[in-house]
């Protein structure tokens, strides 16, 4: 090993009873240390195998994921190599697309094939929906009957669906079988999920009928029938049900897991938390890119394919932005008359664009998490309107000072703190009611708002103060 190269490793075989010492890869401040990435580099420019299996293929996938990260590509395609049958693939779930898709695109067919063999089925399909069509088959042709039929089944179901996040390894009983029938099932049967917490109820045609905990199952006598300990699934997940709405309800019900169930009510899968904990942030993370216009960019995208996803809606900014110049071109005359108007306009348009941003804000994100509805929409626009009228009032004050005494004119500070009460109205209104709307059209509230709302307080707050000083000052 390098003299420059940190002693991370920890033996890969321990002693019976003696733990595996895991080597430190985060820092104090929880981002991944320098020296454990620059150690990890090392051994892969001298190909030092054995020093990656016992100091990378022991941590936790998303460690690994981390890792990957923040190497290059060739870097990346080192370290699968040389890792090899010690290389967890579940890692892949945990990186950005554009890094899975160039690991996974330079290996053959065969390899993907056998690693997928090892994966949970909710892992697989993470992989594979994102190949091109052709070497997914290819890799679905050479599974097991069984498995490929799963797998092929599952990517059928829509994007970002329910039956795209489930795993189709499950526990599932008869109802009248004994609690010590299904404890030796447990015991006995190889093919069943790693982790479970959660044994679901079948009649023969495979229908749900209910579902058992774990710790009822161990804390009841062997001769009780299952059907008397079972309990209904009121939370029973559609298949096509999109992945954000199932969130919620693991949300609203404290769920670990959940039944999934196609449209004949027959169980296909089980959604688990730790899925359902990735939506939620995977969700989270869209609506905040979306909000800035940026769709679905990742940070691993390279510099074309992140100038693409950003130009649509810069185009349609600039659209907005010629308008709101038109506005301010209805008043060349009386900002030619009185200069200080241009010094003190981007001023009114500036706090109108913040107050709007606050409030489409908090309301997108009401809306994703279906806490703003038809029921209470009109409880929270009077709300909002009445929070934009007293802000509106604040600042007018300070503004209007200010410019009096900026441009020892009361007359001036007068018509800006009157546009400023004006413009912080609309942008309130505009901040909640923009964003209502496109949800009530089935348009996505979070892509579009950004460009609309921005556009209704530069118009109202320049139409506002221009319009109040040509009307005072007779332009």
Known sequence: MADNQLDHRAPAKPADGEEIERPEIYDEEGELDSD???????????????????????????ELGDILQHLDFDERQGLVRLLGDDFDYTALTQVDEAVRLEIVEAMPNEQIAAAVR?????????ILEDLDENDRKDILEQLPFRERIRLRRALEYPDESAGRRMQTEFVAVPPFWTVGQTIDYLRDEEGLPDNFSQIFVIDPSF???????????????????????MRETRHAIPVDMDQEEAAQIFEQYDLLSAAVVDENERLVGVLT?????DVIQQEAEEDIRRLGGVGDEELSDSVLATSRSRVPWLLVNLVTAI???????????????VVALAVLMPIVAGMGGNAASQTMTVTVRALATRDL?????????????????INGIVFAVLIGVVAALWFREAD????IAAAMIINMFAAALGGILIPLTLDRFGVDPAIASAVFVTTVTDVVGFFAFLGLATWWFGG
């Open 273 to 277: 938390i730790d899925d359902v904990v």
């Open 412 to 415: 001036l500070g007068g018509i």
């Open 207 to 229: 229908k749900l009928v209910g579902a058992v905990d774990l710790d009822r199952i161990l804390r009841t006598r062997r001769p009780e029938k299952v059907e008397e300990i």
């Open 323 to 337: 308008l709101a110049a038109s506005v301010i071109g209805l008043f060349d005359a009386t900002i030619e008359k």
């Open 118 to 126: 090892e994966l949970d089925s909710d892992d697989a399909v993470y």
């Open 36 to 62: 454990f990435l620059d150690h990890v580099r090392g051994a892969i420019r001298a190909s030092d195998a054995e020093t990656l299996r016992s100091d990378v293929a022991p941590l936790h996938d998303s």
């Open 373 to 389: 509805d038809l029921y209470n929409s009109a409880r929270i626009i009077r709300r909002e309107v009445g929070v934009g009228f």
